[in-house]
C-alpha cells in the first residue's frame, strides 16, 4: 500500500503506517536480514506504533487453522494466551556468530566484533524499554540452542510442541 499524505510528526507516520501494514504480504527472508531487526527494535520503544504494530500481530494470530510467530515480545504481550510458547534463546556470541556466517555466506562481507557489539546493544535495547520488553513468558518453554545446529533445534522444538499439545 502506498499513502501520501503529511504527518503531523514521524512517530505519527510510523503509527499510521503500522496500522496499515497487511502482514499476509510481508516476506520472511527481508524480514529477517539483519537491517530490519535492528530498525525494529528502534522503531518498538514508540508506544503508538508498538501498540499498531501489536494489534496487527494479534489479529494476523487468529488466522485458520493456526499460525506461528516469533518475536521478542510474541509470548509476553502479542499471543499471551497461546497454548504453547518457545523461548529460543542462545548466547550473543552464538548469535554473533550465526548472523556473521549467514553475511559471510551471501558472500557479503561482515565484521564480527561489530556485529556482535550490535547484538549486545540490541538485546539491552529490547530487555530494557518500557513498552513490551524482551523477556520470557512465565510458561514458556526455554530452548537454549547455543549448542544446537538447525536441525537439533527443529527437533528440540517440535518435541516441546508435540509434548505441550498431547497434555
Known amino acids: 500500500m502506498t499513502a501520501i499524505f503529511e504527518a503531523a510528526s514521524p512517530i505519527a507516520w510510523a ?6 501494514v497487511e502482514l499476509a504480504g510481508l516476506d520472511r527472508e527481508i524480514l529477517s536480514a539483519h537491517a530490519i531487526g535492528e530498525a525494529a527494535s528502534k522503531i518498538a520503544v514508540m508506544p503508538a506504533v508498538r501498540r499498531a504494530l501489536v494489534e496487527a500481530q494479534q489479529a494476523f494470530s487468529r488466522r485458520k ?4 510467530l516469533d518475536g521478542r515480545d510474541i509470548g509476553t504481550v502479542v499471543c499471551p494466551d497461546a497454548p504453547v510458547k518457545l523461548y529460543v534463546t542462545a548466547s ?3 548469535r554473533a556468530r550465526r ?6 555466506g551471501r ?3 561482515a565484521d564480527f566484533d561489530e556485529i556482535f557489539a550490535d547484538v549486545r546493544k540490541r538485546d539491552e535495547r529490547d530487555m530494557g ?3 513490551s520488553p524482551l523477556k520470557p513468558a512465565k510458561d514458556a518453554h526455554l ?7 538447525i536441525e537439533a533445534a527443529f527437533q528440540a522444538a517440535k518435541a ?5 499439545l498431547k497434555g
Do not use: W
Open 99 to 104: 548472523r556473521y556466517d549467514e553475511i559471510v
Open 107 to 109: 558472500g557479503d562481507a
Open 160 to 164: 516441546i510442541i508435540d509434548a505441550a
Open 129 to 131: 524499554r518500557a513498552d
Open 15 to 20: 503509527e499510521t503506517m503500522a496500522r496499515d
Open 143 to 149: 530452548l537454549d540452542t547455543s549448542e544446537m545446529g
Open 92 to 94: 550473543p556470541e552464538v
Open 65 to 68: 487453522p493456526g499460525t506461528v
